[in-house]
């Protein structure tokens, strides 16, 4: 059995920076409804970008 632990407020945090890296002035996030919408949208309120989602 593994000790490893993750903190997925870390996790966010670190893909948070990394987006931000790559922003341009024409980014848009979208995430897929059956998986990744939570996280677009998330993401897109944290960096002022408008969300969006596709099923």
């Given at each position: 059995?593994?000790?490893?632990?993750?903190?997925?407020?870390?996790?966010?945090?670190?893909?948070?920076?990394?987006?931000?890296?790559?922003?341009?002035?024409?980014?848009?996030?979208?995430?897929?409804?059956?998986?990744?919408a939570?996280?677009?949208?998330?993401?897109?309120?944290?960096?002022?970008?408008?969300?969006?989602?596709?099923?």
């Amino acid at each position: 059995m593994s000790d490893l632990k993750l903190d997925a407020e870390a996790l966010y945090l670190e893909l948070k920076r990394g987006v931000q890296r790559l922003l341009t002035p024409d980014t848009a996030l979208v995430g897929i409804w059956s998986g990744g919408a939570w996280l677009a949208e998330r993401l897109a309120a944290d960096l002022g970008l408008a969300a969006g989602v596709i099923s």
